[in-house]
């Protein structure tokens, strides 16, 4: 993955220097990673995004983007963890892996996190739940198909660390 800071633009090239993607990306890349997602015998690119403000206020995507003919196009409504005040809203695995149906499995915590921060309105952590999540794609976007769970008391978190 390539930066053009001057248009302010990401680029994924082939081996041979052909451009498959070019366009914005809403935060910073940290990790790239080729998988044949859809199973359709091309390597699509998996990216996941940083974006933070201050205050550990921010998220950490995985953009899927999806090969087509040559061309990589970005999937719509990505996976996204949400922090707010440094805590995170789910923690846990999430595993990618080839099929034409499903891409990707989540299976970790999610928790219901409110305030902002300040004295008056410190960061809360209220239900947590366990989550099992498959999700998959259609239509131009990523798409949950699945997700069972159930509630769990706070020291039962394997996975999610508390502020």
Not at 31 to 45: G, H, P
């Amino acid at each position: 993955m390539l930066q053009d800071e001057a248009r302010k633009v990401y680029q994924v090239q082939a081996k041979s220097g052909q451009t498959l993607f070019e366009g914005p990306i809403d935060g910073v890349p940290r990790y790239v990673a080729c998988v044949d997602i859809d199973r359709d015998n091309d390597q699509d690119v998996i990216v996941q995004v940083s974006a933070f403000e201050n205050h550990g206020n921010g998220s950490e995507s995985f953009v899927v983007l999806l090969s087509d003919k040559g061309r990589l196009t970005p999937l719509q409504n990505p996976i996204q963890y949400i922090f707010i005040g440094g805590q995170e809203d789910r923690a846990g695995m999430l595993n990618w892996y080839s099929h034409p149906n499903s891409c990707a499995t989540f299976t970790g915590e999610i928790a219901d996190v409110s305030g902002s921060g300040s004295a008056a309105d410190p960061i809360q952590v209220r239900r947590i739940r366990r989550v099992k999540e498959v999700w998959g794609h259609k239509d131009g976007q990523m798409v949950l198909i699945s997700s069972s769970s159930e509630v769990i008391q706070k020291q039962d978190a394997k996975f999610l660390t508390f502020r």
